[in-house]
C-alpha cells in the first residue's frame, strides 16, 4: 500500500465523521445529553487502543529490521 492511498483513506474517514459524529450527537442529545459524554468516551477509547497496537506493531517491526 501506497502513502497516497494511505493518505486518502484517513481523509475519507475524516470527511465522514466530520457528517456522522455531528448527526449521532443531535441524535443523542434529543434523548439525553449525558449520552455524548459516553460517545466521546468510547471514541477515545478506540483511539487509544489504536495508538497502542500501531505503537506495538511500530516497534516490534523496527526491532526486526
Do not use: E, H, Q
Not at 502513502?3 to 456522522?20: D, Q
Not at 511500530?58 to 529490521?65: G, H, I, R, T
Amino acid at each position: 500500500v501506497n502513502k497516497g492511498t494511505i493518505t486518502g483513506l484517513v481523509y475519507s474517514a475524516s470527511s465522514i465523521s466530520s457528517f456522522i459524529i455531528p448527526s449521532i450527537c443531535g441524535v443523542l442529545a434529543a434523548k439525553n445529553v449525558s449520552n455524548i459524554i459516553l460517545l466521546d468516551i468510547g471514541i477515545t477509547a478506540v483511539g487509544v487502543i489504536l495508538a497502542l497496537v500501531v505503537n506495538f506493531r511500530y516497534n516490534k517491526v523496527m526491532k526486526k529490521a
